[in-house]
């Protein structure tokens, strides 16, 4: 175990805990030890197969840097709030009792969000937002306003069941919409209504 955590120290800015390999830090009382999270070195935490992980907020401290954060075949996670106020991009992939998730104190441009079935809303999401992806979800209970973020340029909509897709922002580069029910027509008359494109 020492030489794995001497490896992964001498990997400048990732942080990957895996229960898979078991390659786990010394997790107390929700805290990660002080040595990482004042490390500024980790910018990057990568959660993968952290089954018995139902709630993050359990962990108490962050990385003092942190920026990039993935949680991935983490399955039994049911709610994700107080992210560090430095993140920039989220991954969640594979997490089937997550609901939603509130990132709207955080810098974050880039949200990632797949296969997750129970995921439903996006909360408040924050204006630096840049780069939108849902896919192979089940039902959403709304999409964000995408017009009201001034630097989003790529949506990915994948695999979705949605009642509208909202207005689009005028800097926008790349939009892919597949196989998203319902939505998809609505959207596509309201485009050709608006005469936008």
């Not at 430095?86 to 998730?101: A, D, G, P, V």
């Not at 204006?127 to 039902?139: A, G, I, M, P, V």
């Amino acid at each position: 175990m020492e030489e794995i955590w001497k490896k992964l120290r001498e990997n400048p800015g990732v942080l990957f805990i895996n229960l898979f390999d078991n390659i786990l830090p010394p997790i107390v009382n929700g805290k990660l030890p002080e040595e990482l999270t004042n490390d500024p070195r980790y910018d990057t935490i990568i959660y993968f197969g952290l089954n018995n992980l139902y709630n993050l907020t359990t962990i108490e401290k962050f990385p003092v840097n942190l920026k990039n954060l993935e949680i991935i075949n983490c399955m039994n996670i049911t709610s994700l709030k107080n992210f560090p106020s430095t993140l920039e991009f989220l991954e969640i992939n594979r997490i089937n009792n997550l609901s939603s998730i509130d990132v709207s104190n955080t810098q974050l441009e880039r949200l990632k969000i797949h296969k997750c079935p129970g995921f439903r809303s996006f909360g408040n999401l924050p204006l630096t937002l840049k780069f939108f992806n849902c896919e192979s979800n089940t039902y959403i209970d709304g999409l964000p306003n995408f017009a009201m973020f001034p630097n989003l340029q790529y949506i990915v909509l994948k695999d979705l069941v949605v009642n509208e897709i909202p207005s689009l922002p005028n800097v926008l580069i790349n939009l892919l919409i597949l196989n998203c029910n319902i939505a998809i027509t609505k959207f596509i008359n309201k485009l050709f209504k608006s005469n936008k494109y």
